[in-house]
């Protein structure tokens, strides 16, 4: 058995104000890449423990002067021991190179060298480091947080690129996104009791995508809210990448009380991680492996749930005056998702459903692999920095397969929390499009929106279709349609909601000109039973929209509604206060 670790240790206190003000920020993260070689300055909290000038294991920067790596990394205490933090490259040049030896090792107390249960360590360095935009910390996962199975997840390392397969010269650090594995999944996987609490797994159950030997001790984190937050420490595993069995990781949230009682003061920053929508984790079963506990209401009411409707179409951020621009604003069209492949845009889509994102089918054609394909929402920018993104991993691609223009659904693995950036749009059910309503296109393509690639909005208006009229059909004023695009919504405003018309598709196969001056595409409601068959009950817009067959959706309390008499008001008051500052 070859022995793979990851694992982390996070921790928040009320002293831990500083840390949390710079903790998890890289700012050089612009661009992920799974599997591959990490940009430089990627993950700023990276550090390698070396012994004698050799590494050994990995850690992650906490906080000036301390490091949270695996207490399996330290049966012995190593001779020559030192930290190096700002390397990209184990041989050659790194001019951003720190380097600190340690003044103690805090091993776990419960720390099992057998069952690698608390597989934790915190190290000492010798003197502070400063911060720059290659050396900062991690922010840590507070013991409040939760990781349901599907969060995205990154781990990275200097360790092999596969059993017995050492890491090729120059020896860049490497990065490899892979999704949370529920824990009754992991203990049927490695059998059960072999996986406790105080651990967390992540792994394709293909394979093909782990931490192995060298990246002990290194850290595997999750992003919300703008900031990395580390979820793991590298501790075990079967062999590396091999299918059903996922790496193994200390789970932070487990010992933020005993990494407090050990730093005193400047306390790393903890923040909670906090999952959407439902844990499938709930239903797995296996020989052995006790039922999920149920709980007994211990008062004769019943417990009850508070829930909030759920309405399609609504644009808070969208202040209605469009036009002069190609360049979008944040939250602008929150249903906006971009369809990412190893970290790459390939195609747009939009949010429909609480779980579910629609698309082009042709998106897919040369891959309808869902686990390798991840779904970004919130997002504005293709490069720099969206603070209200959320990426999702894909569970399920479905096709309409039908004759002509096809569409897909992509089942997402948790819900988002609505916010004024994330928000599902109306679809056509059959809905009067009058000629000359003014509608919008939106998307990414390569070379737009300048350096940053920020979203663009293109105006375009309803025109007859002359003799190829149908129901099925809707023809628009030509708009610049590019291939990035594909996916992505034509979208029109009634009655104070957003409803898509059209899956845009590449201009070359679709989209096609009857004369210079129009565009003719399929209408959504063309997929009608498809979209039923396979969504359900359909998202319905707030009350001052007629529909005639969809109703709203309820969403657990931690939804947001789209509108707000409160939301309203502070607006208002806010915009007299600035007034009066300028009298």
């Known amino acids: 058995m070859e022995i793979i670790c990851f694992k982390m240790v996070c921790f928040c206190v009320s002293e831990s104000e500083s840390q949390l003000d710079v903790c998890g920020k890289a700012s050089l993260n612009t661009r992920i890449v799974g599997g591959q070689v990490a940009p430089v300055g990627s993950w700023p909290w990276q550090v ?91 922010c840590l996962a507070a013991s409040d947080s939760i990781f349901y199975s599907g969060v995205n997840s990154w781990v990275t390392g200097w360790g092999s690129i596969g059993s017995g397969v050492p890491l090729p010269s120059p020896q860049n650090l490497m990065e490899v996104e892979v999704p949370v594995v529920g824990n009754r999944q992991c203990n049927c996987n490695y059998g059960v009791g072999r996986i406790t609490d105080n651990m967390i797994c992540a792994g394709l159950s293909a394979g093909g995508k782990d931490s192995c030997q060298g990246d002990s001790g290194g850290p595997m984190v999750s992003k919300q809210s703008g900031r990395w937050i580390q979820a793991g420490v590298v501790s075990f595993g079967e062999g ?11 789970r932070v949230s487990q010992y933020q009380t005993w990494i407090n009682s050990k730093i005193s003061s400047n306390q790393p920053g903890f923040m909670t991680f906090t999952s959407t929508g ?109 603070p209200f993104e959320v990426t999702l991993n894909v569970t399920n691609i479905t096709l309409s397969n039908t004759t002509g223009t096809n569409i897909a659904i992509l089942r997402l693995s948790a819900q988002p929390t609505l916010t004024d950036y994330i928000q599902p749009i109306c679809l056509d059910n059959g809905r009067t499009f009058a000629e000359g309503l003014a509608c919008w296109a939106a998307g990414w393509s390569p070379g737009r929106g300048g350096a940053e690639e920020v979203m663009q909005q293109f105006q375009t208006s309803v025109v007859n279709c002359g003799n190829s009229s149908s129901s099925e ?6 708009f610049a349609l590019q ?8 979208m029109c405003k009634q009655g104070g909601s957003w409803f898509q018309a059209v899956v845009l598709t590449d201009p070359s196969s ?22 039923t068959k396979t969504l359900g009950t359909l998202l319905s817009p707030a009350s001052n929209t ?38």
Not at 84 to 103: F, I, K
Request: aromatic content about 8%.
């Open 510 to 531: 679709s989209a096609r000109r009857r004369r210079s001056s129009v565009m003719t595409f399929t209408r959504v409601s063309t997929f009608d039973a498809f979209l």
């Open 278 to 386: 439902t844990n499938s984790d709930l239903s797995v079963s296996c020989t052995g492996l006790p039922p999920v506990p149920t709980t007994t209401p211990t008062t004769t009411t019943p417990p009850t749930t508070t829930s909030k409707p759920i309405f399609c179409g609504q644009a808070p951020k969208n202040s209605g005056i469009l036009g002069g621009t190609s360049m979008a604003t944040a939250g602008s069209w929150p249903w906006m998702a971009s369809l990412q492949k190893n970290g790459s845009h390939v195609c747009g889509g939009t949010l429909v459903a609480l779980d579910s994102v629609l698309s082009n089918a042709n998106c897919f054609s040369s891959s309808p692999v869902a686990s390798e394909w991840t779904v970004v929402l919130g997002r504005l920018k293709l490069n720099g920095s969206n």
């Open 546 to 583: 007629t529909t005639t067959t969809s109703r709203p959706v309820s969403q657990s309390s931690g939804g947001h509604p789209a509108h707000s008499f409160i939301f309203v008001f502070f607006h208002l008051l806010s915009l007299t206060v600035c007034l009066q500052l300028f009298l």
């Open 48 to 138: 390698s423990l070396q012994r004698s000038g050799s590494h050994f294991c990995g850690g992650s920067l906490i906080n000036s002067q301390w490091v949270l790596t695996a207490a399996h990394c330290f049966q012995t205490t190593p001779t020559g021991l030192t930290v190096n933090l700002g390397l990209q490259s184990l041989q050659g040049s790194n001019p951003n190179a720190v380097s600190r030896t340690v003044t103690q090792i805090i091993k776990h107390p419960n720390y099992n060298s057998q069952t690698f249960n608390n597989d934790v360590c915190l190290l000492q360095l010798s003197s502070p480091v400063n911060f720059n935009n290659y050396i900062s910390p991690v």
């Open 473 to 478: 059909s809707i023809c628009t004023d030509v």
């Open 240 to 250: 590396c990448a091999l299918p059903n069995f996922p790496g193994v990781y200390a």
């Open 483 to 490: 291939q990035g695009d594909s996916g992505g919504p034509l």
